[in-house]
């Protein structure tokens, strides 16, 4: 308040000094005006006095004109002397020449009284003018006090905000050293969990090499004790060499099935890749779809993707219809459909409990739906722009990701519908995928670059700069070897390796052209193969290894396609086409 005063004297000093400014060029206006109009007055009294005064000498003159005419009138009738007659008749024409003259500055004194009147209404009609513009200047005045009444309200209102904002603002800083703390506590307690995991990674390192060690020692002893078996059947009789054999070969079958599962533990602590997954063995082929077998109007608009769950039991689809509709993959049929979405449908994802799913659109927001009831059960808000790309993670449920056009990437705490964190980036992002490491999540963006994050200190772990020169549409995962797949604007498809960031193929076709921004590929069941859509309509099938094109597919009528899918089964293949519909590749 002590601050305002000064700004309010400083107000009232100014208006006073405007309104003191206005008041003198009026006056000064009106003084002119007024001085005329007082001496128009006071010449027109004048006239009137020189009026009156003629009107009086006129009456005289009638006067005496009346009385001369009589005596005139009894002097030719009763005077005889015709001398007095022309006296007389000399008389009045003397008097007639003087009224003329009387007449002529009446009517001068006429005209000058109608041009005096005329200035005086000119006079009134200026006054009226002025008088409105000050009755509008004092009317200007009293809207500026009002206004400054109300601006001196907003001021205190806005003290009283700033005085609230600053102890909120206090409170904040307080909250935040405590949470400073909480972190470097957290910290601390966090170096030291993973000290200490370290140290029991190392003992139990320590623990598999000395079984490893014992492993060798029993094998050589078992290759001794055989060799001892074989030169002593040589020297035995035939019944207690084959009791000697088979004694020996049940010892040797243990010895070499404890090695065995020695080793086979080992192989799992060596095994584990990047997201704790197993590497090694070998998957089925996944089978080379032929042919469509079947296809379905599924979304009115476009349809923009499909997702199919971890058991290929279901698939999601989604489009500008606003709505997800489950489909049965094997038979394509329609099981239900998911609705609560605002604008078009960009992506969705299953959790990896495959209860529920999560959908991202274009109305700033993500929304999850319980699959067995069909009810929303959160709308993930935060977003200040499209959702283009959410993934879940593959091996917690309750846990997913998102990427919009706001230049932000999202974590979610599915259970409870809460932003766990969010990364900044500095390029729109596109596309963000869950990697094999529930702490590395990938993202590809407007840049043609692809970012690896850490999730844990929310900072970027690696990028791969340059992999396109236009921006990334969308990328992919690898169920198998986790191998990134990303695919480009400039109608190329590329696969990184997640351990060296390099380069693996570069996969492209001379018919192959992206149909849009959001167009999304997809990798085979068992990472040998990949297949996308193009913009004519056919899907191209790579052979990972070669980069070659080993099926070009297309169907009578096709349109654009923007999205495809590989059941986890290997079947079948699905694409999304611009016009909605939904087509299922396949061997029958």
């Excluded at 005096?116 to 009134?124: A, F, W, Y």
């Excluded at 080793?263 to 704790?276: M, P």
């Excluded at 274009?362 to 959160?378: E, F, N, P």
Aim: hydrophobic share 35%; with cysteine.
């Amino acid at each position: 308040m002590e601050t305002l005063s000064p700004i309010r004297g400083t107000v009232m000093l100014d208006i006073r000094r405007q309104l003191a400014a206005r008041n003198a060029v009026e006056v000064h206006a009106f003084r002119e005006i007024t001085s005329d109009y007082q001496q128009c007055l006071s010449h027109l009294r004048e006239l009137r006095v020189r009026n009156a005064q003629l009107d009086k000498e006129a009456a005289e003159l009638r006067r005496e004109n009346v009385e001369l005419s009589h005596a005139a009138h009894e002097a030719r009738h009763g005077i005889a002397n015709s001398q007095e007659v022309a006296e007389m008749k000399a008389e009045v024409t003397k008097l007639k020449d003087e009224l003329a003259p009387v007449y002529k500055d009446k009517a001068r004194l006429t005209e000058e009284l109608m041009q005096c009147r005329e200035t005086l209404m000119r006079v009134r009609d200026i006054n009226e003018k002025h008088s409105n513009a000050l009755d509008e200047a004092t009317t200007r005045i009293r809207d500026l006090q009002a206004r400054n009444k109300e601006l001196s309200l907003q001021v205190d209102s806005e003290r009283a905000t700033q005085a609230v904002a600053a102890s909120e603002l206090e409170t904040s800083r307080h909250e935040r050293d405590e949470a400073e703390k909480k972190l470097n506590q957290m910290t601390a307690e966090n170096a030291d969990l993973v000290q200490r995991f370290h140290d029991m990674k190392s003992s139990e390192v320590e623990r598999m090499n000395e079984v490893n060690r014992a492993c060798e020692d029993m094998l050589a002893r078992a290759r001794s004790m055989e060799q001892q078996a074989a030169a002593s059947l040589q020297q035995a009789p035939s019944s207690s060499s084959s009791r000697r054999t088979s004694s020996l070969t049940n010892t040797l079958r243990g010895l070499t099935m404890r090695a065995s599962g020695s080793g086979a533990a080992a192989g799992q602590g060596a095994g584990v890749g990047l997201g704790g997954e197993l590497e090694g063995g070998s998957a089925a082929a996944t089978p080379m779809p032929e042919k469509a077998t079947k296809s379905v109007s599924a979304h009115d608009g476009g349809c923009f993707t499909c997702a199919f769950d971890r058991t290929g039991n279901q698939m999601a689809t989604a489009g500008a219809d606003k709505v997800v509709k489950l489909w049965d993959p094997t038979t394509g049929a329609h099981i239900a459909s998911l609705r609560g979405m605002l604008d078009t449908v960009l992506e969705v994802s299953f959790t990896a409990d495959q209860k529920h799913l999560v959908a991202a659109g274009g109305d700033q927001a993500l929304r999850m739906w319980d699959i067995t009831s069909g009810r929303v059960r959160h709308t993930l808000t935060g977003h200040t722009g499209k959702v283009s790309s959410v993934d879940c993670s593959p091996s917690n449920s309750l846990r997913a990701v998102s990427s919009g056009t706001d230049r932000c990437i999202k974590l979610w705490d599915l259970n409870r519908g809460f932003c766990t964190k969010t990364i900044i980036c500095h390029s729109s992002c596109n596309s963000v995928r869950c990697t094999r490491d529930e702490h590395i999540i990938c993202s590809g963006h407007f840049d043609g670059t692809l970012r690896f994050w850490d999730t844990r200190s929310g900072r970027m772990a690696n990028e791969v700069t340059g992999l396109h020169t236009q921006q990334i549409c969308s990328i992919q995962i690898g169920t198998r070897n986790g191998t990134v797949l990303s695919c480009g604007k400039d109608n190329m498809l590329k696969t990184v390796n997640p351990q060296t960031f390099e380069v693996m193929q570069t996969l492209r076709a001379a018919q192959f052209s992206v149909g849009t921004i959001w167009c999304t590929p997809c990798i085979s069941p068992d990472g040998q193969h990949v297949a996308a859509g193009s913009g004519n309509g056919s899907m191209f099938v790579w052979n990972m290894e070669t980069a070659a094109v080993v099926r070009e597919l297309k169907r009578p009528g096709a349109h654009p396609i923007l999205a495809s899918g590989w059941g986890p089964s290997g079947r079948p293949l699905v694409s999304c086409e611009k016009n909605g519909t939904v087509t299922f590749w396949g061997n029958a």
